[in-house]
């Protein structure tokens, strides 16, 4: 069973960063598709960003240029860096990982809730 320990969430005021770190337990990073989603209060969950094994990244519209997702394999850890952050940034943030042979295959962490305000 892969479990996560999500950290990095919290308060920040508009325009601030915060860096989010999502750390795996077991060798699960050579064939997944690690990706941090959030999801606000009232609405769906939706993909924020996502590194593939072969490091390829993919953002959404609303935080390109904005925010970075990499990933270190040796530690079994994916980040996601946030910058500018806006209120609509607040959310429970959500580590992902998807297997890219079965697809089907995926897991999650427990979440980290991250509140931009003044």
């Known amino acids: 069973q892969v479990q996560f320990v999500e950290s990095g969430g919290g308060l920040v005021q508009p325009g601030g960063s915060l860096r989010l770190s999502c750390a795996a337990s077991g060798n699960i990073f050579s064939i997944y598709t690690m990706g941090w989603y959030r999801q606000a209060p009232g609405k769906q969950r939706e993909l924020v960003a996502g590194?593939?094994?072969?490091?390829?990244?993919n953002y959404a519209d609303s935080v390109k240029g904005r925010f970075t997702i990499s990933r270190d394999n040796a530690k079994n850890t994916v980040y996601l860096q946030m910058n500018s952050l806006k209120p609509e940034d607040t959310a429970v943030y959500y580590c992902?990982?998807?297997?890219?042979?079965?697809?089907?295959?995926?897991?999650w962490g427990q979440g980290t809730q991250v509140t931009v305000s003044s």
């Open positions: 992902n990982a998807r297997n890219e042979v079965i697809r089907s295959i995926a897991y």
């Open positions: 590194v593939s094994s072969s490091s390829r990244t």
